[in-house]
């Protein structure tokens, strides 16, 4: 479950930014899910979801600066 974020990012340009974060990306408790949803926004993945040797599923995508996130499910 996604519980809290709190990035702080460097942007070139604040309005390619905004439309990023605010139009593209959503937040779910299901990767796969989120997955597909940034698939039809036509967002940057830069690591389709994947269970890793930890135990979680993630996800990585990038923005229009090369900031990576990752999302997480537990």
Not at 27 to 45: C, G, K, N, P, W
Request: glycine content about 2%; some cysteine; proline content about 4%.
């Amino acid at each position: 479950m996604f519980k809290v974020a709190v990035p702080l990012l460097h942007v070139s340009c604040i309005a390619d930014a905004e439309r990023f974060y605010c139009e593209q990306l959503g937040f779910v408790d299901d990767v796969d899910a989120l997955h597909r949803e940034f698939l039809s926004r036509d967002v940057f993945i830069d690591l389709p979801p994947i269970d890793q040797t930890w135990g979680s599923r993630e996800m990585y995508v990038k923005d229009a600066d090369r900031n990576c996130l990752r999302f997480m499910q537990l």
